[in-house]
């Protein structure tokens, strides 16, 4: 059996560089400075995350959880917009119901 890998302890001073490190990174560059982190501190994510927790920082929401405000005239304007679209699409249907209707007559028409 391999010998267990010994168990590193940071100091709280360590712990506060490397998530400094993170943040430094990911203001600079948008994202994946724990990913960076990781490799170069030889840190496990989960052992980062749970660091980032104690420190009571809140971290960024990523682009799927961060909640969109948009400008409701500009909703306004697209519901207009797909309002219309709607009411184009009714009418081709409409009209392409007609059309099914009148060839269904005249398949009747040519067996009979």
Do not use: C
């Not at 960076?36 to 840190?43: D, E, L, R, T, Y």
């Not at 081709?92 to 209707?101: V, Y």
């Amino acid at each position: 059996m391999p010998a267990k890998k010994a168990i590193k302890r940071y100091t709280e001073e360590q712990k506060n560089e490397i998530l400094a490190f993170i943040e430094k990174h990911n203001s600079e560059k948008g994202r994946g400075g724990q990913t960076v982190a990781i490799k170069k501190f030889g840190v496990t994510a989960a052992t980062l995350s749970a660091w980032g927790k104690k420190s009571g920082k809140k971290t960024k929401k990523t682009a799927k959880t961060a909640k969109k405000t948009r400008n409701p005239s500009k909703l306004w304007e697209r519901l207009g917009a797909v309002k219309t679209e709607i009411a184009k699409a009714e009418k081709l249907l409409a009209k392409l119901n007609r059309e099914a209707k009148e060839l269904r007559k005249e398949i009747r028409a040519a067996i009979d």
